[in-house]
């Protein structure tokens, strides 16, 4: 098993049952408050609505997938520490169920309480495993780097979800339903949503070649190919707070990781209601929510958020393709499993590797069989994150048996 002498670092989670009451709060304005305490307590509330539910039926093929071979039976203990959406739904308790049937003796510690607590964990040696609903930030990773001298092992563990919101749902453009446009691709939601830049992040490498001119920039309908009164109209640009993490997937996906966007962008981000509830979100009232009711009334606008919003009124979606020669695909269950769709989503593990090593053998034999088809069965029966493909299982596998090289990092 890894275990690493504790480093003194300070980034580490209190467990639930040591955190004090947090102090009151101050009346929430007319609007919605936005203190981050009042935030947490409605997020929380909120995913005890739907995190046992099933999302999706669908049984998809799984016959490309490889069966899991046991190496034979291993014993020992694997710590968690990361993404809460594996505690918060069935899929840790049936991932370590379904694992446990072939190696009674391993026992799984774990601290799922946040996304944000993964990267601590492993370069502070209290972690082996960091599941992640996201791939970790330049700073999470820089910490990482200066600790071990190269970069944590990445692992997808499943395709995002389609449509449900937390469940790192697939990112889907929406303009108005009276928008002429009929299709966009990847290079033309650059233009719309970043500006020019000199280069982009690569994890933490800096790449120029993701550099481009202010003559790619696209600031009105008309340079979209519309015609008549859209002509010459602004593009009005809604968008997530540049803190929240899905303008980081955005940008990785769209605008080869640079971090420059439109100077006229409008930022929303989430509130908590205080006009009674809304639906499966409770009093939390989310920034997607918030950008489509206004993209609804202003027939010039853009934003992207989930298919979860697609039937707000006043509102489409238009087909996407990685570019112009590409075919252009719709955002459906089946082309964001199947990754057609260019802004499916993934979510992670990542782990420990020293140069010239390979994984901890139990963590690898666990890896190995949540990437099998037993391990996506799990996956599909939870029904809210998607089972891998052939091809990107495949490519698990591959990383699995890497061999540990040392990486660099570009920054400070």
């Known amino acids: 098993m890894i275990r690493l002498a504790p480093l003194g670092l300070l980034l580490l989670a209190l467990p639930a049952q040591a955190q004090t009451a947090p102090p009151a709060v101050a009346e929430a304005p007319r609007d919605g408050s936005q203190n ?61 169920g379904a694992f446990r049937r072939y190696h009674p003796d391993v026992r799984f510690e774990n601290n799922l309480s946040s996304t944000f607590i993964a990267m601590a964990g492993l370069y502070t040696g209290k972690a082996d495993l960091a599941p992640m ?54 290079e033309q939601l650059d233009g719309i949503f970043g500006a ?16 481009r001119g202010a003559d790619k ?92 919003y697609a039937q707000k009124p006043g509102v489409k979606t238009v087909p996407l393709a990685t570019k112009a020669a590409a075919p252009f695909v719709m955002p459906t269950l089946e082309t964001v499993q199947d990754r057609s769709y260019p802004l499916a989503r993934e979510v992670y593990f990542y782990a420990n590797r020293a140069p010239g090593q390979k994984l901890d053998p139990l963590v690898a034999e666990y890896l190995r069989f949540i990437v099998s088809r037993e391990g996506q069965e799990a996956v599909m029966a939870d029904g809210k994150y998607l089972p891998l493909t052939p091809e990107l299982a495949r490519r698990q596998l591959e990383e699995i048996e890497r061999v540990g090289t040392a990486a660099t990092g570009d920054g400070g």
């Open 217 to 308: 920039n696209i600031r009105t309908w008309g340079q979209l190919g519309l015609k008549g009164e859209w002509a010459n109209k602004p593009i009005h640009v809604l968008a997530y707070n540049l803190n929240y993490h899905f303008p980081r997937d955005f940008a990785e996906k769209v605008m080869g990781g640079g971090y420059k966007w439109n100077e006229r962008i409008k930022e929303y981000s989430n509130k908590v209601r205080t006009d009674g509830e809304g639906g499966d979100f409770g009093k939390l009232w989310v920034a997607g929510d918030q950008m489509m009711d206004d993209l609804g009334k202003d027939k010039y606008a853009i934003t992207y958020t989930s298919m979860l």
């Open 36 to 96: 981050s305490l009042d935030l947490q307590r409605a997020r929380a509330e909120a995913l005890k609505t739907k995190g046992l539910r099933r999302a999706y039926t669908r049984e998809f093929d799984l016959s490309g997938l490889p069966h899991y071979q046991s190496q034979g039976k291993l014993s020992g203990v694997i710590r968690q520490w990361g993404s809460n959406y594996l505690a918060d739904s069935s899929l840790e308790k049936r991932f370590e």
């Open 133 to 186: 609903g996201r791939r970790p930030t330049w700073d999470e990773l820089q910490s990482y780097q200066r600790v071990f001298g190269t970069l944590p092992v990445e692992i997808v563990m499943a395709t995002g979800s389609y449509d449900v919101s937390g469940w790192t749902f697939a990112l889907v453009p929406f303009v108005h339903k009276d928008n002429p446009l009929a299709r966009l691709t990847i």
């Open 196 to 211: 020019q830049r000199d280069g982009g992040w690569d994890r933490n490498n800096w790449n120029e070649k993701a550099a």
